[in-house]
């Protein structure tokens, strides 16, 4: 089942002041560009397996941050979990759960990258 049709619904619904544009469904990604110039790729295999990446900022071809559940940092609080910060490092996830909903998860990171579009992870 492909989670971003109802991801895109959700958000749309549940975000609609955070969002610049509504939300953008490609084959395989749901496309979130927020009012604060954050572009949020969001590509949900599963409840615990996912990955999200975003820029901020006009420069498209500026520094990537994310979260994914690729597992391939088991010494991380948060395994299989991960914040790819914007200096290359890696650190657990401070925003999302392998066990939360998705549309929780998503919901949670739109707020926080509101807040700061580096988590606290560095800056461009």
């Known amino acids: 089942m492909n989670l971003h049709p109802f991801l895109a619904e959700r958000i749309a619904a549940d975000c609609a002041e955070a969002l ?3 939300p953008r469904l490609t ?3 749901l496309i979130l560009d927020l009012n604060n110039d954050v572009a949020l790729t969001v590509r949900y295999a599963a409840a615990d ?3 999200l990446r975003w820029r901020s ?3 498209p071809a500026g520094v990537e941050l994310g979260i994914d559940t690729a ?3 088991p010494a991380l609080a ?3 979990n991960h914040f790819h910060r914007a200096d290359g490092s890696v650190v657990a996830d401070p925003v999302t ?3 939360a909903r998705p549309e929780d998860n998503l919901r949670r990171l739109v707020a926080a990258l509101l807040h700061d579009p580096q988590l606290g992870g560095g800056g461009q």
Do not use: E, F, I
Request: glycine residues 4%; proline residues 19%; hydrophobic residues 20%.
């Open 20 to 22: 610049a544009c509504p």
């Open 27 to 29: 084959q395989d990604a």
């Open 49 to 51: 397996a996912y990955s």
């Open 57 to 59: 900022g006009p420069d």
């Open 71 to 73: 597992p391939t940092h």
């Open 78 to 80: 948060t395994v299989p």
């Open 97 to 99: 759960r392998t066990d």
